[in-house]
């Protein structure tokens, strides 16, 4: 495990490279804490190609087995100036966050827009285009509003509810179609956003309902 400030980040990347492809993707996770994010490392870890940034505001709270190839950053996605400059150089920015969204959405685009960094992956959550709107759902609602505003080549995922099956069994339904179901396996979501990772110029500028089918 790389734990570094920001300010110490380009020196490890510097060792890091000389193990990475030059060729590699990188991918930035902010809330890599989270439960979403969980899965997603693991099953990210296992390839070589992806060069791994995981920022989140405390190390502690990592669950992975392995995470020896990825960077680490522990900061806070309200810190606009650390948020920045992990974000420069990045290829695909996975937000799996939780609380003030739509201070984050925005700190998250504007940090984007100026590091030129395009592909972004928005995890909000169903419901957040129904009327009249939950008041639990506001801030994923105003939150996606942010990054659908922006030019950036954006995935938003609005998934059901979430359950431990050891699964993957999903479908996704485009904005402005019902949304289905009522649950997903974290397994499942987390590889559609695996998926996407792989080959962003999948889903660019959807916002898609994520749900397991029947
Ligand atoms: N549970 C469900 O059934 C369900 C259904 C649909 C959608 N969703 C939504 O889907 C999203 C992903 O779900 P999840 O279960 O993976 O979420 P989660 O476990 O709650 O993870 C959210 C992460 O956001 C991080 N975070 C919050 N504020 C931050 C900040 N200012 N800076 C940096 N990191 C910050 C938290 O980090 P800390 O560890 O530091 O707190 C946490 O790791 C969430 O928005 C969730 O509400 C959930």
Same mark, same amino acid.
């Given at each position: 495990? =790389?734990?570094?400030?920001?300010?110490?980040?380009?020196?490890?990347?510097? /060792?890091?490279?000389?193990?990475?492809?030059?060729?590699?993707?990188k991918?930035i996770?902010l809330?890599?804490?989270?439960n979403?994010a969980? %899965?997603?490392? *693991? /099953?990210?870890?296992k390839? *070589? %190609? /992806?060069?791994?940034?995981?920022? =989140?505001?405390?190390?502690?709270?990592?669950? !992975?087995? &392995?995470?020896?190839k990825?960077?680490?950053?522990?900061? *806070?996605?309200?810190?606009?100036?650390?948020l920045?400059?992990? /974000?420069?150089?990045?290829?695909?920015?996975?937000?799996?966050l939780?609380?003030? +969204?739509?201070?984050?959405?925005? !700190?998250i685009?504007?940090?984007?827009g100026?590091?030129?960094?395009?592909k972004?992956?928005?995890?909000?959550?169903?419901?957040?285009? &129904?009327?009249?709107l939950?008041? +639990?759902?506001?801030?994923?609602?105003?939150?996606? &509003?942010?990054?659908?505003?922006? !030019?950036?080549?954006?995935?938003? +995922?609005?998934?059901?509810?979430?359950? !431990?099956?050891?699964?993957?069994?999903?479908e996704?339904?485009?904005?402005? $179609?019902? $949304?289905?179901?009522?649950?997903i396996?974290?397994?499942?979501?987390?590889?559609?956003?695996?998926?996407?990772?792989?080959s962003?110029?999948?889903?660019?500028?959807?916002? +898609?309902?994520?749900?397991?089918?029947?």
């Amino acid at each position: 495990m =790389l734990l570094c400030s920001i300010f110490q980040t380009r020196l490890f990347s510097e /060792i890091e490279l000389t193990k990475i492809p030059m060729s590699a993707k990188k991918v930035i996770i902010l809330g890599a804490s989270g439960n979403i994010a969980k %899965h997603v490392i *693991d /099953i990210l870890t296992k390839e *070589d %190609h /992806i060069q791994l940034t995981l920022f =989140l505001r405390s190390a502690k709270r990592l669950k !992975n087995k &392995d995470i020896s190839k990825a960077r680490i950053i522990e900061g *806070d996605v309200l810190n606009y100036n650390l948020l920045k400059e992990a /974000i420069k150089g990045q290829d695909i920015v996975y937000a799996n966050l939780a609380g003030e +969204l739509e201070a984050m959405a925005k !700190n998250i685009v504007k940090a984007m827009g100026e590091t030129g960094v395009k592909k972004i992956i928005f995890i909000t959550s169903i419901g957040i285009y &129904d009327v009249p709107l939950s008041s +639990l759902l506001r801030r994923y609602r105003y939150a996606a &509003d942010v990054i659908e505003a922006s !030019n950036l080549e954006y995935t938003i +995922l609005r998934p059901t509810w979430f359950t !431990n099956v050891n699964e993957i069994d999903y479908e996704t339904t485009r904005k402005g $179609e019902p $949304e289905k179901g009522s649950v997903i396996s974290q397994k499942s979501l987390a590889t559609l956003i695996t998926k996407i990772i792989e080959s962003p110029e999948k889903y660019v500028r959807e916002n +898609l309902g994520v749900n397991k089918p029947n």
